[in-house]
């Protein structure tokens, strides 16, 4: 444990994503990926800037912790030491072995997908060095109180009333029933494997059989999510840094890193689009809309392989036969509507095959939507099944070993385990059921998980001791 003042520079290296990307090279030119991570190296060194830490992030910038130790470290940058993260293991794994050999730590976005990936080869032989620290939300972004997307304000203390307004607004902007107020239950996913596609696709039947309301939305963002995270928990942790009275401070290599993080700050929400370099540039530099934030328009993103494309075909095939009074699907950005979705669902259901962490039930909980989920990865360190993890609960969230004595309950989801259709209905047809037989505990419930943390503040604290110990070796 970390503890009295800390003083540590910090230089985070981003994936190499088309957003960050576009200033220096081509996205699908490995080659001049390759170029941009060690260009920070340089910086560093020919400006004399001795960092404590470098903060690589994914399988774009895993060469830069060989980079550093064979060809920089020796010449002249001799003070940093390079924590790794990985954010999927899926891509990249050759690289993501070679960077782990030669980080000193190195981590991934969940403890349990730490677990669940630490006996692997990549990961197994350098598993004394490895952990898992969850991600976090921007809680001002993905705020339900203060927006302006929102037709009224959804706190806590009047959950059910601010959702009631959020549903009879979403009902009307895409020309759903209003008759009975039925529940709602919403998937916002991107449309691959990973994803649990054939469970997205019986969630909605069941939703539509047991009497609800059907919303899907299809979302491509994962890769400004990852580095809104990179930045937020850098900046988070110096957060925690700066009372000291010591120098923390975050450096971003380069003016469009530097735009970049500027641009976060602004509230930067970008999803997935078939982005063009030179628009891209130009947003970035110029962007001070009134609202304080900012989005790209254009094509959604193409899938990108023969699976992600055949299920967007079948999820155009069921709007075709499905949507109607009950259902609606939409397969385009639209930033306003993310809000307006997650405010207005009473459901959020997430049937991922695997999860690193997750950002969808963190937001879902955010704006009170109860999420309805298959425990791996992330999932299950940030949802707690409310008729099975109790005790598990009461110690995550509270620190507490007697969830009865201490009269704690901080469940607040429901979960499967499974992968088939049988294991999904056994969480969704309970949570749709608690909706049914007691209304006023399902508000109390929506209520509990409004007021859970899942921001940045645990994680960079944990960052903090991570960096810490990395700095002393």
């Not at 088309?18 to 490995?30: E, V, W």
């Not at 954010?87 to 050759?94: A, D, S, T, V």
């Not at 991934?108 to 630490?118: F, L």
């Not at 500027?262 to 609202?291: H, I, M």
Request: net charge negative; hydrophobic share 45%.
């Amino acid at each position: 444990m970390v503890t009295g003042c800390l003083s540590l520079q910090l230089v985070v290296l981003p994936p190499s994503l088309p957003l960050a990307a576009a200033a220096f090279c081509s996205a699908t030119a490995p080659q001049q990926q390759c170029a941009v991570m060690p260009a920070a190296l340089e910086f560093l060194l020919r400006t004399n800037r001795q960092p404590d830490i470098l903060h690589c992030h994914d399988w774009s910038t895993a060469h830069v912790a060989k980079a550093f130790w064979e060809d920089y470290q020796p010449y002249g940058l001799w003070k940093p030491k390079v924590i790794f993260t990985i954010h999927n293991l899926n891509y990249g794994q050759k690289k993501l072995a070679e960077a782990a050999d030669y980080c000193q730590k190195f981590t991934t976005v969940s403890p349990t997908y730490a677990y669940e990936t630490g006996s692997t080869p990549l990961i197994a032989k350098n598993a004394h060095k490895f952990c898992g620290i969850r991600n976090g939300i921007d809680l001002d972004l993905w705020d339900p109180e203060h927006n302006q997307f929102l037709p009224a304000p959804i706190v806590p203390e009047q959950v059910a009333q601010g959702k009631q307004a959020a549903r009879n607004e979403l009902r009307k902007r895409v020309n759903l029933s209003g008759w009975q107020d039925k529940f709602v239950v919403a998937v916002v996913s991107r449309l691959t494997p990973q994803k649990g596609v054939s469970l997205i696709k019986h969630t909605a039947f069941r939703t539509i059989e047991r009497g609800g309301q059907w919303r899907r939305w299809q979302v491509l963002r994962w890769w400004v999510e990852e580095v809104a995270g990179v930045v937020m928990a850098a900046r988070e942790a110096m957060a925690v840094a700066e009372p000291c009275g010591e120098a923390a401070s975050l450096m971003m290599p380069g003016p469009m890193l530097q735009a970049l993080a500027g641009a976060l700050d602004r509230c930067l929400v970008a999803l997935g689009l078939k982005l063009n370099a030179p628009r891209c540039v130009q947003a970035l530099q110029s962007s001070d809309s009134a609202s304080g934030g900012w989005g790209v328009t254009g094509e959604p993103a193409a899938p990108g392989n023969a699976e992600s494309e055949a299920a967007f075909a079948e999820f155009s095939e069921l709007q075709a036969s499905m949507g109607g009074q009950d259902a609606a699907f939409q397969f385009k950005y639209d930033e306003p509507l993310s809000h307006l979705i997650y405010a207005a669902a009473d459901i959020v259901v997430v049937p991922s095959m695997f999860e690193p962490c997750g950002l969808t039930q963190l937001i879902a909980m955010r704006y009170g939507a109860v999420p309805v989920v298959r425990h791996t990865g992330g999932l299950r360190d940030t949802v707690f099944d409310v008729d099975y993890d109790k005790a598990r609960a009461a110690w995550e969230m509270h620190g507490s070993s007697d969830f009865q004595r201490d009269n704690l309950d901080a469940t607040n989801g429901f979960a499967f385990e499974g992968t088939d259709t049988t294991a999904l209905d056994y969480a969704l047809n309970r949570a749709i059921d608690a909706w049914y037989n007691d209304r006023a505990w399902f508000v109390g419930l929506q209520r509990r998980v409004m007021e859970q943390d899942w921001s940045w503040n645990k994680p960079a604290l944990d960052y903090i001791e991570l960096y810490a110990n990395a700095s002393k070796q």
